[in-house]
């Protein structure tokens, strides 16, 4: 019932402060390929949900430098320091229109704990800011993203339905399909394949992992400038659709029971 209230109103409003009764889980963005939309799903999945966004991806254009975050002119890296200390990082506020956020940094590749240390560190944190947490991963088995999986209560994972795309989701189920996977056809064209919807099918019916609600193709989306998330409000008309498609995805994470 909390659930339901909470997606009820966080469509339309961002409440000034984190939400008391917020059940603390993490929710992790992660697919074995890059460029399919980890970053977007995540970033938006957070603002819907009214979560902290924390950012395991240490590559460049990710999530951190679309926030407006530059670490050039911070000084320390929070991740790194977090678990370094095992204090809980303080998320830097993103404001109405901005999940509140953890962010990455360039050198976390090398600095990245164990996956069970990542995974133990990541409930904490959700746990002592009593706050859903969403991780935008790296796209490989590395420690950070094997421990977000580990942590997860929902594993969202966009699927392009693309040949090289579905080959590389194959791969992932294969490996992972233990985990509390939801796919998330994204990306999709008005009109797609139906070889790859067949597919999709199949695989999920193979490794018993469920396909959640789907996220167009938005031509406007890979050139925006704005550093906002497109869900926050005031949205733009053009962009109602694919933030009507973010609350279905931020629904079915919230009723996800597996
Ligand atoms: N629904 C969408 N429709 C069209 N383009 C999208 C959509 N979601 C994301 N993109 C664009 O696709 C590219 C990859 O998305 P991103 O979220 O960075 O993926 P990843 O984190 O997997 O690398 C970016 O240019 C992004 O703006
Ligand atoms: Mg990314």
């Given amino acids: 019932m909390t659930n339901d209230l909470l997606l009820r109103d966080a469509s339309h ?6 939400s008391p009764i917020q059940t603390p889980i993490v929710i992790a963005s992660l697919a074995y390929k890059g ?5 977007t799903l995540a970033e938006e999945l957070a603002h819907v949900l009214d979560a902290v966004a924390v950012d395991f991806d240490w590559s460049k254009g990710g999530l951190t430098a679309g926030w407006g975050y530059r670490e050039e002119s911070r000084i320390g890296a929070p991740i790194i320091d977090a678990f ?10 993103g404001g109405p229109r901005k999940p509140d956020l953890i962010p990455g940094h360039t050198t976390f590749v090398e600095h990245q704990p164990a996956a069970d240390k990542v995974a133990g560190e990541l409930n904490r944190w959700a746990y002592s800011l009593q706050r859903r947490i969403v991780v935008d991963t ?15 209560k929902v594993v969202v994972t966009p699927v392009i339905l693309h040949t090289r795309e579905m080959r590389s989701l194959e791969q992932l189920l294969n490996e992972a399909s233990d985990y509390p996977l939801l ?20 695989l999920s019916e193979r490794y018993d992992v469920p396909v959640g609600p789907m996220v167009g193709y938005y031509p406007w989306i890979p050139i925006r400038r704005l550093r906002v998330a497109i869900c926050s409000e ?4 053009k962009q109602r659709q694919f933030c009507t498609e973010i ?8 009723s996800y029971d597996r």
């Fill in 35 to 39: 460029g399919i939309g980890k970053t």
């Fill in 247 to 254: 609350q279905q995805v931020a629904k079915a994470v919230l």
């Fill in 183 to 202: 796919l998330i056809p994204y990306m999709v064209p008005r009109t797609p394949s139906q070889w790859a919807i067949d597919d999709l099918q199949r």
């Fill in 13 to 18: 409003v961002r409440r000034p402060s984190a």
């Fill in 234 to 237: 005031p949205v733009a008309k």
């Fill in 84 to 93: 370094a200390s095992g204090r809980v990082p303080t998320p830097l506020r």
């Fill in 138 to 152: 790296h796209p490989d088995g590395c420690p950070s993203t094997n421990g977000a999986m580990a942590a997860a």
